[in-house]
């Protein structure tokens, strides 16, 4: 059964940096990742994709602020998040396949406030 487990987030200040964590069991083959996020009333969107090869993109939102990251083998990665603000507000998923048919994480909150 393929599992995918994140963990890291809580609440930050404005400006402030959270880094999540997503690690996977259940599955050997390497995978494109990404991390999506929820906002309140708001569709889930993709903020940050990487590929099996470590090439990433970004939400144009979270460009120059996020950082997604993996470790050289498997399917674990991260989510550095620097200068944060209200809109990263959010239960942050960790997807396995990069897109929505994938597999998915139980979310975790980031809240940011003044």
């Known amino acids: 059964q393929v599992q995918l487990v994140e963990s890291g987030g809580g609440s930050a200040q404005f400006g402030g940096s959270l880094r999540l964590s997503c690690a996977t069991s259940?599955?050997?083959?390497?995978?494109?990742m990404a991390w999506y996020r929820q906002a309140p009333g708001k569709q889930r969107e993709m903020v940050a994709y990487i590929t099996v090869y470590g090439s990433t993109r970004y939400a144009e939102s979270v460009k120059r602020r996020f950082t997604i990251s993996r470790k050289k083998a498997g399917n674990t990665i991260y989510l550095q998040m620097d200068n944060l603000k209200a809109e990263g507000t959010a239960v942050y998923y960790c997807n396995l396949g990069g897109t929505p048919e994938g597999y998915w994480g139980q979310g975790i909150q980031v809240t940011v406030s003044s």
């Open positions: 259940g599955i050997y083959s390497i995978y494109d």
